[in-house]
């Protein structure tokens, strides 16, 4: 292994003993070594009382408020736990979950079209403005630190004001809407807001999808929401309460409901809003089974049941209208049930049907509505094995007092066009009625987003695209990466095969096999000694003849002429002693082996730019409307190789191609700002991508996620790396170099971390101390556990900074970084990292595959790159002599990787991640620090020297 370790007291410059080999993992071991050892130390703040207890005898409000508004962005497309199983949200998981992505957004607007049969009047007037976040939630303790729980109806203090008719159609999607079969529902379409709906609640056993009744218990509580044991159980009919029409009705089981929402990880409130009307002085009314768990307060109770539209009676009287259309849902529970419960798919014309009988419900009740009701259409759950992304609509007065307008819905929890939450649901249903939504309803109110298509065709023919996609996506995704880890692990053996192979046939010259690893272990030295020093060292050790062989400008890889490629000059010759020198290798016949002309190499070198470029590529394919093509799987693989193969043609274009580094920094580069454009406009790449969010699972919908993080950080710190031994060739000082990879690194981070843009918790501290260990060893100095403990604590508080900025604006604009917080202050942080780190554990374990990559990939490195090679040096050292910052750059990237291992939830998969783009684009810079070595004719074997006169013996 090529002696690479930091300048010391015996490193070949203070004595002529022999350098002891260097230890490259040494700076990892320290960053573990010292994480673990901070995390063990730091003491456990209160952790959350998870025992099961009454209604009457229920937690207290810090008890109550637990993780799911921060644990919704902590895993962003991780594993979910629950009940201790995971739930596979990551692309290496168990490769084939739900997934989504959104179309483009259309523009043009409609007017109001004539009205039909039924028609719904959808007027301005009378309806109050209710502001989001116009109140502080809840007050503050005699210490002004920790918020104490304001009473239902301090909460609800202000009266009532508005009427809403909250509408749920379990499994209604985007492609079930026509012109012909469902005219009401085209018609709101016309004349309200429209989105994609994301119905992720709490799946059943073995199902990632939502069941009929935990979609309404998630609309009950603002959060996510489940029922023990497997299949989808129909929710029950309520049970009367009285004798009377209007006695009103309880729902069964409450009890057990709530409290098995305690064991889900998220401990909704069931009858959260209906207790939220009742205290504000409203009245609600519920109609069919479903809608009573929807609208029941905290006890259970709704003030008005009706198993049918027809028994409603007039709706004048109640404030919040929740109504059950379970046509769809009904036709679904009579299908065979799978080996989980769950029924098989609905027959294209059953579904049809059941669409076109709700379609008629709906009308009937717009009929019944008094004027100026806002409607809000919702699909709430799933009717197949499957999930998808469902119908939204919005129609009537909103928030401000106008109407909704034509164009798609949008919210602040997803920060996506045309993509909204169940959760939201609630929360908009709250806002509308001019009350304040209490801290357990983690969602936020949709709100007016951007134009959609003009015509109601056209705004559904884009929505059922999306839902198309997300679909695609998850037939795709589990092959998709299955080959990619399989191509990778290929490529590998054959590189190695490639860099290793001797031939060991007839017989070799006088000496080769001394002489050689004589060289080998001069060189070793050399580059120890060299990368130790920096790139201004001009000269090496007169002790290093291997080394001599490719001494001057040709070997000078930060400032000589010949090696620098960025300025298009090649190798062209060598001078010193005439030697075995790096480049060159002896096959048993006595020939050279040039590896500047070896097409094996070549070969190599263009695979493995290509490999480090995929990556990236997996997101800007999101660019191409993959999903529509013939053959998805193909099509997805074709965009992503022909994206690749566009950067590597970059990467060769230029005269940077001759320089050690100049694929790696192209390609790097271009990794590092692609994303970072992406997450200041939006993420939208990462939408729908093979590798990033996936809508219907609702892990995560905007900034970074985790995957996106490790691909980002590692083209950051090796582009970095590029462009400091560019600048230092070109005389540049080593501050001045220092000072401009800080600032751009230091952009990076804010980047990762700033709310509106990132809004990575886990990813910054990590990308801060990998950037240090780079700038660390870029400057020429020792990673010392001093250093990374500066480290640790500045990376630290730069979170906490962000997330203080956070927490200090409106509860309602922030992210999971405010939320995490407020949960410190609530006590309630340590389960979060708890949750977390079982997360990690899960997914590192369930993920054999990427453990295996990763594994892969850092043997190929250490115990490949960092030996001899067929052609007589380590190829990692000899780029290293001819490009000293690749060594910091690496190390840098790999302790980012590692300690995003060990604080994200994603696990393996962000190591894995960072090295199917670190260790392609090292390979490459070796494989052209091999080219530069020309090599020389080998001096011919010396005599054998005269027996002294001890050999000799003693005298006759």
Request: net charge positive; glycine share 12%; proline share 8%.
């Given at each position: 292994?090529?002696?690479?370790a930091?300048p010391?007291?015996?490193?070949?410059?203070?004595g002529?003993?022999?350098?002891?080999?260097?230890?490259?993992?040494?700076?990892i071991?320290?960053?573990a070594?010292?994480?673990?050892?901070?995390v063990?130390?730091?003491?456990?703040?209160?952790?959350?009382?998870?025992a099961?207890v009454?209604?009457?005898?229920?937690?207290?409000?810090?008890?109550?408020?637990?993780?799911?508004?921060?644990?919704?962005?902590?895993?962003?497309?991780?594993?979910?736990?629950?009940?201790?199983?995971?739930?596979?949200?990551?692309p290496?998981?168990?490769?084939?979950?739900?997934?989504?992505?959104?179309?483009?957004?259309?523009?043009?607007?409609?007017?109001?079209?004539?009205?039909?049969?039924?028609?719904?009047?959808?007027?301005?007037?009378?309806h109050?403005?209710?502001?989001?976040?116009?109140?502080?939630?809840?007050?503050?303790?005699?210490?002004?630190?920790?918020?104490?729980?304001?009473s239902?109806?301090?909460?609800?203090?202000?009266?009532?004001?508005?009427?809403?008719a909250?509408?749920?159609?379990?499994?209604l999607?985007?492609?079930?809407?026509?012109?012909?079969r469902?005219?009401?529902?085209?018609?709101?379409?016309?004349?309200?807001?429209?989105?994609?709906?994301s119905?992720?609640?709490?799946?059943?056993?073995?199902?990632?999808?939502?069941?009929?009744?935990?979609?309404?218990?998630t609309?009950?509580?603002?959060?996510?929401?489940?029922?023990?044991?497997?299949?989808?159980?129909?929710?029950?009919?309520?049970?009367?309460?009285?004798?009377?029409?209007?006695?009103?009705?309880?729902?069964?089981?409450?009890?057990?409901?709530?409290?098995?929402?305690?064991?889900?990880?998220y401990d909704?409130?069931?009858?959260?809003?209906?207790?939220?009307?009742?205290?504000g002085?409203?009245?609600?009314?519920a109609?069919?089974?479903?809608?009573?768990?929807?609208?029941?307060?905290?006890?259970?109770?709704?003030?008005?049941?009706?198993?049918?539209?027809?028994?409603?009676?007039?709706?004048?009287?109640?404030?919040?209208?929740?109504?059950e259309v379970?046509?769809?849902?009904?036709?679904?529970?009579?299908?065979?049930?799978?080996?989980?419960?769950?029924?098989?798919?609905?027959?294209a014309?059953?579904?049809?049907?059941?669409v076109?009988?709700?379609?008629?419900?709906?009308?009937?009740?717009?009929?019944?509505?008094?004027?100026?009701?806002?409607?809000?259409?919702?699909?709430?759950s799933?009717?197949?094995?499957n999930?998808?992304?469902?119908?939204?609509?919005?129609?009537?007065?909103?928030?401000?007092?106008?109407?909704?307008?034509?164009?798609?819905?949008?919210t602040?929890?997803?920060?996506?066009?045309?993509?909204?939450?169940?959760t939201?649901?609630?929360?908009?249903?709250?806002?509308?009625?001019?009350l304040?939504?209490?801290?357990?309803?983690?969602?936020?109110?949709?709100?007016?987003?951007?134009?959609?298509?003009?015509?109601?065709?056209?705004?559904?023919?884009?929505?059922?695209?999306?839902?198309?996609?997300?679909?695609?996506?998850?037939?795709?995704?589990?092959p998709f990466?299955?080959?990619?880890?399989?191509?990778?692990?290929?490529?590998?053996?054959?590189?190695?095969?490639?860099?290793?192979?001797?031939?060991?046939?007839?017989?070799?010259?006088?000496?080769?096999?001394?002489?050689?690893?004589?060289?080998?272990?001069?060189?070793?030295?050399?580059l120890?000694?060299?990368?130790a020093?920096?790139?201004?060292r001009?000269?090496?050790?007169?002790?290093?003849?291997?080394?001599?062989?490719?001494?001057?400008?040709?070997?000078?890889?930060?400032?000589?002429?010949?090696?620098?490629?960025m300025?298009?000059n090649a190798?062209?010759?060598?001078?010193?002693?005439?030697?075995y020198?790096?480049?060159?290798?002896?096959?048993?016949?006595?020939?050279?082996?040039d590896?500047?002309?070896?097409k094996?190499?070549?070969?190599?070198?263009?695979?493995?730019?290509?490999?480090?470029?995929?990556?990236?590529?997996?997101?800007l394919?999101?660019?191409?409307?993959?999903?529509?093509l013939?053959?998805?799987?193909?099509?997805?693989?074709?965009?992503?190789?022909?994206?690749?193969?566009?950067?590597?043609?970059?990467?060769?274009?230029?005269?940077?191609?001759?320089?050690?580094?100049?694929?790696?920094?192209?390609?790097?580069?271009?990794?590092?700002?692609?994303?970072?454009?992406d997450?200041?406009?939006?993420?939208?790449l990462q939408?729908?991508?093979?590798t990033g969010?996936?809508p219907?699972?609702?892990?995560?919908?905007?900034?970074?996620?985790?995957i996106?993080?490790?691909?980002?950080?590692?083209?950051?710190?090796?582009?970095?790396?590029?462009?400091a031994?560019?600048?230092?060739?070109?005389?540049?000082?080593?501050?001045?170099?220092?000072?401009?990879?800080?600032?751009?690194?230091?952009?990076?981070?804010?980047?990762?971390?700033?709310?509106?843009?990132?809004?990575?918790?886990?990813?910054?501290?990590?990308?801060?101390?990998?950037?240090?260990?780079?700038?660390?060893l870029?400057?020429?100095?020792?990673?010392?556990?001093?250093?990374?403990?500066?480290?640790?604590?500045?990376?630290?508080?730069?979170?906490?900074a962000?997330?203080?900025?956070?927490?200090l604006?409106?509860?309602?604009?922030?992210?999971?970084?405010?939320?995490?917080?407020?949960?410190?202050?609530?006590?309630?942080?340590?389960?979060?990292?708890?949750?977390?780190?079982?997360?990690?554990?899960?997914?590192?374990?369930?993920?054999?595959?990427?453990?295996?990559?990763?594994?892969?990939?850092?043997?190929?490195?250490?115990?490949?790159?960092a030996?001899?090679?067929?052609?007589?040096?380590?190829?990692?050292?000899q780029?290293?002599?001819?490009?000293?910052?690749?060594?910091?750059?690496?190390?840098?990237?790999?302790?980012?990787?590692?300690?995003g291992?060990?604080?994200?939830?994603?696990?393996?998969?962000?190591?894995?991640?960072?090295?199917?783009?670190?260790?392609?684009?090292?390979?490459?810079?070796?494989?052209?620090?091999?080219?530069?070595?020309?090599?020389?004719?080998?001096?011919?074997?010396?005599?054998?020297?005269?027996?002294?006169?001890?050999?000799?013996?003693p005298?006759?």
């Amino acid at each position: 292994m090529p002696n690479d370790a930091m300048p010391g007291p015996h490193d070949g410059r203070h004595g002529a003993r022999r350098v002891r080999p260097a230890r490259p993992y040494l700076p990892i071991v320290r960053c573990a070594a010292l994480l673990i050892g901070l995390v063990t130390l730091a003491p456990p703040t209160t952790a959350h009382a998870a025992a099961q207890v009454s209604y009457a005898q229920g937690p207290t409000f810090q008890e109550r408020v637990a993780g799911e508004r921060a644990f919704r962005w902590h895993v962003p497309h991780g594993q979910m736990s629950r009940r201790g199983e995971l739930w596979d949200q990551t692309p290496f998981g168990s490769f084939g979950h739900d997934q989504t992505a959104l179309s483009p957004v259309g523009r043009g607007q409609t007017a109001l079209g004539p009205a039909g049969h039924g028609q719904m009047s959808l007027g301005t007037g009378g309806h109050a403005q209710a502001v989001a976040g116009q109140n502080e939630r809840g007050g503050q303790d005699a210490d002004g630190l920790r918020p104490t729980e304001p009473s239902g109806r301090q909460r609800a203090a202000a009266q009532i004001q508005g009427r809403v008719a909250l509408v749920g159609v379990p499994g209604l999607e985007w492609s079930d809407l026509d012109r012909t079969r469902t005219p009401n529902l085209w018609r709101l379409v016309e004349q309200g807001g429209s989105a994609s709906l994301s119905t992720r609640a709490v799946p059943p056993p073995e199902r990632g999808i939502t069941c009929p009744i935990a979609g309404w218990l998630t609309v009950s509580a603002g959060q996510r929401a489940g029922t023990e044991g497997k299949g989808c159980p129909s929710p029950a009919a309520p049970q009367p309460a009285g004798a009377g029409a209007d006695a009103g009705a309880t729902v069964p089981n409450w009890a057990a409901l709530t409290a098995y929402q305690s064991d889900t990880g998220y401990d909704a409130r069931l009858g959260t809003l209906g207790q939220l009307v009742v205290d504000g002085g409203g009245k609600v009314a519920a109609v069919g089974p479903g809608a009573a768990v929807g609208g029941a307060d905290r006890s259970g109770n709704v003030a008005k049941y009706a198993s049918t539209l027809d028994a409603l009676g007039d709706a004048a009287p109640y404030n919040l209208i929740v109504v059950e259309v379970a046509d769809l849902a009904n036709a679904w529970a009579g299908r065979p049930l799978d080996e989980y419960g769950v029924p098989a798919p609905l027959p294209a014309a059953a579904r049809q049907t059941a669409v076109a009988q709700a379609d008629r419900q709906i009308g009937a009740l717009v009929g019944k509505l008094p004027p100026h009701t806002t409607i809000l259409v919702a699909g709430t759950s799933d009717v197949t094995p499957n999930a998808h992304l469902h119908v939204a609509i919005a129609a009537g007065p909103s928030p401000s007092g106008r109407p909704y307008p034509h164009g798609y819905l949008t919210t602040t929890s997803t920060r996506q066009e045309a993509l909204v939450t169940i959760t939201d649901l609630t929360a908009t249903a709250i806002q509308l009625l001019g009350l304040t939504a209490p801290r357990e309803v983690v969602g936020r109110p949709w709100q007016p987003g951007g134009p959609a298509p003009a015509t109601p065709q056209g705004t559904v023919t884009e929505l059922a695209d999306g839902d198309l996609a997300s679909q695609v996506l998850r037939e795709v995704r589990g092959p998709f990466f299955t080959v990619l880890v399989t191509v990778q692990l290929l490529f590998y053996a054959w590189a190695a095969l490639a860099l290793r192979r001797r031939r060991t046939t007839t017989t070799r010259p006088p000496n080769h096999h001394t002489a050689v690893e004589a060289a080998d272990d001069r060189t070793t030295d050399a580059l120890g000694h060299r990368a130790a020093e920096g790139p201004d060292r001009r000269s090496v050790d007169a002790r290093s003849p291997a080394m001599d062989g490719v001494s001057g400008r040709a070997a000078d890889g930060v400032s000589g002429r010949a090696a620098d490629g960025m300025s298009g000059n090649a190798a062209g010759s060598t001078s010193g002693p005439a030697t075995y020198e790096p480049g060159a290798a002896v096959s048993s016949t006595g020939t050279h082996l040039d590896a500047s002309t070896s097409k094996l190499l070549r070969a190599v070198q263009v695979v493995a730019v290509v490999s480090g470029a995929i990556a990236v590529s997996t997101f800007l394919a999101q660019l191409v409307p993959w999903w529509t093509l013939p053959v998805p799987m193909l099509s997805v693989i074709v965009t992503i190789l022909a994206i690749a193969g566009l950067i590597t043609a970059v990467a060769f274009a230029g005269p940077w191609r001759a320089h050690v580094l100049g694929p790696l920094t192209t390609v790097a580069a271009i990794t590092s700002l692609a994303l970072l454009v992406d997450v200041m406009t939006g993420s939208t790449l990462q939408v729908n991508a093979v590798t990033g969010y996936e809508p219907v699972t609702g892990g995560r919908f905007y900034g970074f996620s985790n995957i996106a993080f490790a691909v980002y950080a590692t083209g950051t710190v090796l582009g970095l790396a590029g462009v400091a031994q560019w600048l230092l060739g070109k005389g540049v000082s080593r501050g001045v170099v220092v000072a401009a990879c800080t600032v751009y690194g230091g952009f990076a981070v804010f980047a990762d971390g700033w709310p509106s843009w990132g809004a990575d918790f886990g990813g910054v501290p990590a990308f801060v101390i990998g950037l240090s260990v780079f700038l660390i060893l870029l400057s020429g100095k020792r990673v010392s556990v001093l250093r990374l403990l500066v480290v640790g604590l500045v990376g630290a508080g730069v979170i906490g900074a962000l997330s203080v900025f956070d927490w200090l604006r409106p509860e309602d604009q922030r992210t999971h970084l405010g939320t995490f917080v407020q949960q410190v202050i609530d006590g309630q942080a340590w389960t979060v990292v708890g949750r977390k780190f079982s997360a990690m554990i899960g997914v590192t374990v369930g993920n054999w595959s990427l453990t295996l990559l990763s594994l892969v990939a850092l043997a190929f490195l250490f115990l490949v790159l960092a030996r001899p090679s067929r052609w007589g040096a380590s190829a990692l050292g000899q780029a290293y002599a001819l490009a000293p910052a690749l060594r910091a750059g690496l190390f840098g990237a790999l302790t980012c990787a590692f300690v995003g291992f060990l604080m994200n939830d994603s696990g393996i998969a962000i190591p894995a991640m960072a090295l199917t783009v670190a260790v392609p684009l090292t390979l490459a810079a070796c494989v052209r620090a091999l080219q530069l070595a020309r090599p020389t004719p080998p001096e011919p074997p010396s005599e054998r020297a005269a027996p002294t006169r001890s050999e000799a013996g003693p005298r006759s």
